[in-house]
Nanobody
């Protein structure tokens, strides 16, 4: 069974930075495209960054230039570096395969709150 464990969230001031990590177990991690999703209160979950099995990245417009996704296949881990954070980045952040149906489960997520 696949397990996803996200960490690294917290409270940060506008303009600050955070790095999220997600460890995946129970899967041949290296063959899957991976992504970071987020869900803000009252909104649908959205994919904000993705990375293919070969390392090609893609970002939604709202985070392009501020967020960087990366992966370490030896550690079954995917990262999200977030810079110049804005209050509208406040959400619970989840990692998962892209599409998420490839794994079929979600982790607990990690809360990111951007506020002064």
């Amino acid at each position: 069974q696949v397990q996803l464990v996200e960490s690294g969230g917290g409270l940060v001031q506008p303009g600050g930075s955070l790095t999220l990590s997600c460890v995946v177990s129970g899967s041949i991690f290296s063959i899957y495209d991976m992504g970071w999703y987020r869900q803000a209160p009252g909104k649908q979950r959205e994919l904000v960054a993705s990375i293919t099995d070969r390392g090609r990245t893609h970002y939604t417009d709202s985070v392009n230039g501020r967020f960087t996704i990366s992966r370490d296949n030896a550690k079954n881990t995917v990262y999200l570096q977030m810079r110049s954070l804005k209050p509208e980045d406040t959400a619970v952040y989840y990692c998962n395969a892209v599409p998420y149906s490839d794994y079929g489960v979600w982790g607990q997520g990690t809360q990111v709150t951007v506020s002064s």
